[in-house]
């Protein structure tokens, strides 16, 4: 196990021991919102650890992307709604939205689930430090698939407003899952910039 990954590992174990913390305490004085805030917790740690069970697999050389005919728009679609429904419950009011549909391809070959993961890791960042709204979006490009996903926070060089939780996990799992994605000569990259419309921070997803 690489040091990075032994770091990961490390944090979740610490995340969990918070969210037995947070049960033990229901035993005496169970409440809505103690199993609300518990409840998101368990589902922040699953994707975690799906996360970190992708990435070992990409540090061993045993990630492949099995790729399908897929829409994109749907599964932009489904992590919108998903996403919406998380800020809501944690009582942020934060718009998820879906941009640019129309330039949106009906279909292409990629493996969802690596996507939905790699993306999922992206919208957890951008919400992080998200203000008011994140968008989302995807199209053809030149031949490549871009999927972007842009916050309206104070840029990717701003403080980490949630550093004691963040585990640097994200971007090397999403560069894992797009290095995943490879077409004869071509293969998938990511990239963060700065929103030049609103100066917040805007990942991309580009795969071949």
């Known amino acids: 196990m690489s040091t990075n990954l032994a770091l990961i590992a490390h944090d979740l174990k610490n995340a969990l021991g918070v969210l037995e913390c947070e049960l033990a305490a229901m035993i005496d004085n169970p409440t809505p919102v103690g199993a609300e805030t518990a409840h998101l917790h368990c589902a922040d740690l699953r994707r975690q650890f799906t996360q970190f069970l992708t990435l070992y697999s990409a540090e061993s050389g045993q990630l492949r992307a099995l790729c399908e005919d897929e829409s994109p728009l749907d599964l932009l679609h489904y992590l919108q709604q998903v996403w919406q429904l998380k800020a809501y419950a944690e009582g942020r009011h934060l718009t ?55 916050d ?21 799992l999403s560069r894992a899952v797009a290095e995943a994605h490879r077409s004869g000569d071509r293969q998938g990259s990511i990239a963060l910039t700065r929103d030049e419309a609103g100066g917040g921070t805007q990942f991309s997803l580009t795969l071949p």
């Open 152 to 172: 309206d926070g104070p840029g990717f060089d701003a403080t980490d407003p949630d550093a004691a939780h963040a585990t640097g996990l994200g971007t090397a």
């Open 96 to 150: 998820v939205s879906v941009e640019a549909e129309a330039a949106a391809p009906p279909f292409w070959y990629f493996d969802r689930r690596l996507v939905q993961l790699a993306l999922d890791a992206a919208l957890h960042n951008a919400m992080r430090f998200a203000q008011h709204a994140v968008r989302l979006s995807v199209q053809s490009e030149s031949g490549w698939l871009v999927w972007r996903i842009t």
